[in-house]
């Protein structure tokens, strides 16, 4: 008789416990365990619970290779869902097993978790791993199905729009995230209607006013951007720090539809140089938003609203400030399309600003925010459960960096883009306009601005000081490759193993498929070749599911709760000529309900609930091996240091940037 050693936790999350019977088979390579039932306490199964047991088993299993658990009714209770953390095993010899799961269990029926140790295929590997793993994949496959969401637009998950509730349990918000997330709703929307901004349907009357709907919150830099946003300079920033760093681009000729030409800007660069100096001498930047051109925009409070499609210049000036130098509002140069100037007027130049600040808005949440963060965070989660087993060591490396993604993209497509969503109510694009948008910047994703190195290259960004999204993205993306890279390397011991692995490959074939629709011009690879291209690979999954989004997410309040700097429409057409007044500008911005209802999003968007977990904090411990256990604490060391380099630079800063501070990006897209 052998007498093997249980350890049994369940999850601390306030409803993981189970009054359930809940039953164990121990399964090793000689043979299997009876079914044993887990004796029934009071304690046994409450939150945070650690039972603790043994099991007499007629001869010794040999290596252990799963455990199956099985839970079933207790009396007439009803059936409720478990958490289980981890089940431990120590066989007679004396040797522990560990078999991590972190998973709910939500109905009746056997669940077989694997043992830790990260295990790829090949040739050798055990029978009964490779039923499990087959049964695994497939069960996924028919829980979590893909479906269109829009044509050209990334697949996402086929659950019911309004049916969060229908996700599966493991993709839901835990009870105190829901509670959390909720709350912060509901505080800032009850401020607003207690002011009765929500009813108020009228233009604004002055400037002064909004700031009677700004200050009902604020964060440390949203009463500053208040006070600056006038300034060129920090309109330029903006492009640098903001919450959209990755759109400008170094510019060595003016594009055939600028008519912008020297004389226009020789007041802005001063007497000492020129137009074509700058453009040789790499100082010259282009913000060009060409993609909104002839977009359908939406109607508002009854008014029709209205979008244009900028080119804006921008110059390093010899103070290195990046300042706006000139002003396009439409693609077609003519007449009546004048270019806006510094020298302007102080509201002809004020108002062009403006139009762009709103055309930036709507491409920084359309394309940089929900489609190459939100959707494709969808993406990489569907295709991982569907192809990645458990017990495969990817799965384990990239499966915390989806934790609540797909709830927060199934409330969005609910909540915003649905036909009565929030865009509706107060963006300049509805139901209509959105997915033709997300279909023109999905032609512009590309596997290589995807990546942060090459991204920056490729725009011209490598030497333009002040660019902190770019100083520290950059230190993130390297500690992410090189963690990524230890991981890997542990695992594949040749460009073979890679190549040979069915399902990393099949997990990389349906990304390419159906989150970029197997688009061959994207370079987005269908398959792996090496282990370079796997680290790269994962550590472009894992910096857009964590550091990208943080800087397109975490500053826009700070960014957009005053809203003449990030307008979320416009109800008056571009200006066709010269001669704009304060009372022109007022009848352009949104209305006073149109602005507190983004105001609402902005606060809610930026306001973490609890039940956070940041970059590379993994309390679920997937990985049972030294090697990777060593590895995790090397990239906590390296974030730690990363962090702490932040913080002692912003306190020299007027205008601080920490969304890139590790200590405050999530792992995952949950918000």
């Known amino acids: 008789m052998a007498v093997y050693k249980i350890t049994v936790a369940t999850g601390s999350d306030l409803a993981a416990g189970t009054f359930n019977n809940i039953f164990i088979i121990l399964v090793g390579e000689h043979g299997e365990s009876e079914k044993h039932q887990i004796a029934r306490h009071w304690s046994h199964f409450l939150p945070g619970s650690v039972t603790e047991f043994d099991i007499n088993v007629e001869k010794d299993l040999g290596e252990l290779l799963l455990v199956q658990l099985n839970m079933e009714c207790y009396l007439n209770f009803f059936l409720d869902d478990w958490f289980c953390q981890y089940v431990n095993v120590t066989s007679p010899s004396g040797q522990l097993y560990q078999f991590p799961f972190y998973q709910w269990i939500s109905k009746p029926g056997s669940v077989e978790v694997p043992e830790g140790k990260g295990v790829i295929i090949t040739g050798s590997t055990s029978p009964i791993l490779l039923r499990q793993r087959k049964a695994e994949l497939e069960m996924n496959r028919e829980t979590y199905k893909w479906k269109v969401y829009a044509e050209g637009v990334p697949r996402c998950i086929d659950i019911e729009d309004d049916g969060v509730f229908k996700l599966p349990p493991n993709d839901q918000y835990s009870l105190l995230k829901e509670m959390s997330f909720g709350y912060n709703l509901l505080s800032i929307g009850f401020g607003t209607m207690l002011k009765g901004f929500m009813f108020n349907k009228d233009s604004w009357h002055n400037l002064e006013d909004i700031k009677l709907l700004s200050t009902l919150r604020q964060s440390q830099k949203s009463g500053l951007v208040s006070e600056i946003w006038k300034e060129d300079s920090f309109f330029g920033s903006q492009y640098l720090n903001g919450v959209n760093p990755s759109l400008i681009k170094k510019c060595f000729k003016i594009p055939e539809n600028f008519s912008v030409v020297d004389e226009m800007v020789a007041s802005s660069l001063g007497p000492s140089t020129n137009l074509e100096t700058e453009l040789q001498n790499g100082h ?269 997410n975490s500053g826009q309040f700070d960014m957009y709760s005053w809203m003449p700097n990030g307008p979320t429409t416009m109800k008056s057409p571009p200006p066709t000529a010269k001669g704009a007044t304060m009372e022109a500008i007022l009848k352009t911005l949104p209305d006073v309900n149109t602005t507190a209802l983004g105001l609402i999003f902005m606060w809610t968007v930026s306001n973490d609930p609890l039940d956070t977990r940041h970059l590379g904090n993994y309390p679920n411990k997937y990985f049972t091996e030294k090697t990777p256990q060593q590895a995790i604490k090397e990239f906590q060391d390296k974030l730690t240091e990363i962090s702490k380099h932040i913080k002692e630079r912003n306190k020299t800063m007027d205008l601080p940037y920490a969304y890139l501070d590790p200590s405050v990006i999530e792992n995952s897209v949950s918000l």
């Open 284 to 552: 010259i930047f282009l913000a060009d938003y060409k993609i909104l051109e002839n977009i359908p925009t939406n109607t508002i409070n009854g008014k029709q609203q209205y979008i244009a499609a900028p080119m804006c210049l921008l110059w390093k000036n010899p103070q290195d400030q990046l300042v706006p130098i000139a002003i396009q509002l439409s693609q077609t140069p003519g007449e009546h399309t004048p270019v806006f100037l510094p020298s302007d007027s102080e509201f002809d130049w004020l108002l062009a600003k403006i139009w762009v600040r709103n055309s930036e808005f709507q491409v920084h949440q359309i394309d940089s925010h929900l489609l190459r963060t939100h959707l494709l965070a969808e993406v990489f989660s569907t295709a991982t459960t569907r192809q990645l087993p458990m017990g495969h060591p990817l799965y384990k490396l990239i499966i915390p960096h989806f934790r609540y993604t797909l709830e927060i993209n199934v409330l969005g497509r609910k909540q915003l883009l649905a036909p009565s969503g929030h865009f509706e109510k107060a963006w300049v694009f509805g139901d209509g306009g959105i997915p033709l948008l997300l279909k023109r910047a999905m032609e512009g994703v590309t596997f290589h601005n995807l990546c942060l190195p090459d991204n920056i290259v490729s725009r011209g960004m490598e030497s333009i000081p002040n660019y902190l999204y770019r100083d520290d993205g950059m230190k993130i993306w390297l500690a992410v490759e090189s963690f990524v890279s230890n991981i890997v390397n542990y695992y594949y011991y040749s460009d073979v193993m890679v190549k040979e692995d069915p399902e990393l490959q099949a997990w990389v074939a349906e990304i390419f498929k159906e989150g970029f629709l197997q688009n061959c011009s994207s370079e987005v690879p269908s398959s792996l070749e090496s282990i370079a291209s796997l680290i790269k690979y994962l550590t472009m999954v894992i910096f857009t599911c964590s550091a990208q989004h943080a800087a397109v």
